[in-house]
Nanobody, 120 residues
Framework: QVQLEESGGGLVQAGGSLRLSCVAS????????MAWFRQAPGKQRELVAI???????NYGDSVKGRFTISRDNAKNTVYLQMNSLKPEDTAVYYC??????????????WGQGTQVTVSS
């Protein structure tokens, strides 16, 4: 199994910045994609950003130019730098990895989520 520990959420004023981190642990053989999703109250979970093992990235339209995803493969960690935050960025942010563990196949794993609240 893979455990994901997220950190860095909190309350920030509009225009401010936050940096989320997610550390993957367990009997991990390989991690392919690492991503951040978010879910606001009453809305569906949506992709915020994704980074593949080679470093290519993709972003949701609403965060392009403001958020940056990065990863440290040696530390099994993915980061999300969020700048110019807006009230509409308020949501629970979830870490997601597509990983293979010893004796298993590649599958998706989810973190518990970290709350990000942006005040106007």
């Amino acid at each position: 199994q893979v455990q994901l520990e997220e950190s860095g959420g909190g309350l920030v004023q509009a225009g401010g910045s936050l940096r989320l981190s997610c550390v993957a642990s367990g009997n991990i053989l390989s991690i392919n994609n690492m991503a951040w999703f978010r879910q606001a109250p009453g809305k569906q979970r949506e992709l915020v950003a994704i980074i593949i093992r080679g470093g290519n990235t993709n972003y949701g339209d609403s965060v392009k130019g403001r958020f940056t995803i990065s990863r440290d493969n040696a530390k099994n960690t993915v980061y999300l730098q969020m700048n110019s935050l807006k009230p509409e960025d308020t949501a629970v942010y979830y870490c997601n990895v597509f990983a293979k563990v010893i004796g298993g196949n590649y599958r998706n794993y989810w973190g518990q989520g970290t709350q990000v609240t942006v005040s106007s």
